[in-house]
């Protein structure tokens, strides 16, 4: 999963003047860039609190591969009982050679009813099966959807960031604009701000365990806490592999119908 290379716009904003090295194009083409090999999987615990403090726990495995300039990734729920089957596969897609947005392609698949659904996009920004990630947390997002702006720098736990802003274009979006705190040496986000329609403050996101498995940058820790419902989920990674065999039938719908992945 990359749910920390949130992307920034297509409208350029020269930091020069205000005596940055490289412009925002710059910082979200590399952060968007960010090798994550040819195949990868993992497993994860997400622990999900409510305001009362209670917690549940669900495990997933993730797969992931590129395919030409497509990348498809893969989660399945492995526990508890109710979750467990419960499969998404998501097919992403660079943007179009006129810069505007080409959609992923996405599917949910629910083993109690034994149907898979397609994802829409407006369905893309809904918290995914209880969590505080949203469907488009999940994945890379679209550089075309924001416009962005460097607003400083500054430090987080004394790693220099940028603190870069992305305001999304369209005026419906449930989260109107993000805040990101880029790792100026890594292009790795490591702390996050998230606000609604409003211009409220609606999630913030922290980062911890930042390191590198097999030369390539990873987040073993997450944690998103919705501010408003009082609600978090910590999304914690482990058994990281890069550039492993893989099925390629993994990442097709069949092999949901069929709960192939396990």
């Known amino acids: 999963m990359k749910l920390t290379h949130i992307v920034l716009g297509t409208t350029l904003l020269f930091a020069g003047s205000l005596g ?28 999900l609190i409510d305001k009362s403090g209670k917690t549940r726990t669900r495990e997933v495995a993730s797969y ?47 083993p109690a009813m034994k149907k898979v659904r397609r994802v ?57 604009r993000r805040i990101l705190w880029i790792g100026k040496d890594n292009y790795v986000t490591y702390r996050g701000e998230y606000y609604d329609k409003a211009g409220k403050l609606k999630k913030t996101l922290a980062c911890e365990g930042i390191t590198q498995i097999s030369g390539y940058w990873v987040v073993q820790k997450m944690t998103m806490t919705n501010v408003q419902s009082k609600h978090t989920t910590v999304y914690e990674s482990k058994n990281q592999q890069f550039d492993i065999p893989i099925d390629a039938n993994y990442f097709t719908v069949s092999a949901l119908e069929r709960e192939q992945l396990k």
């Open 20 to 47: 940055f090295a490289q412009t925002a194009q710059e910082i979200a083409q590399k952060v968007h860039d960010l090798p994550e090999g040819k195949t990868s999987s993992s497993t994860a615990t997400l622990t």
């Open 64 to 110: 992931a591969m590129k395919e030409g300039t497509t990348k498809k990734s893969v989660m399945v729920f492995r526990t508890p009982k109710d979750v467990a089957g419960v499969s998404y596969l998501s097919f992403e897609y660079p943007d179009n050679p006129d810069g505007s947005v080409k959609d992923s392609d996405s599917w949910l698949y629910l």
């Open 120 to 176: 829409s996009g407006s369905s893309k920004e809904d918290d995914f099966q209880g969590t505080d990630f949203t469907y488009d947390d999940l994945g890379e997002r679209s550089m075309g959807k924001d416009t962005f702006a460097i607003l400083g720098e500054e430090s987080v736990d004394g790693v220099p960031c940028w603190k870069l802003e992305y305001t999304a274009k369209d005026k419906s979006a449930k989260i109107s």
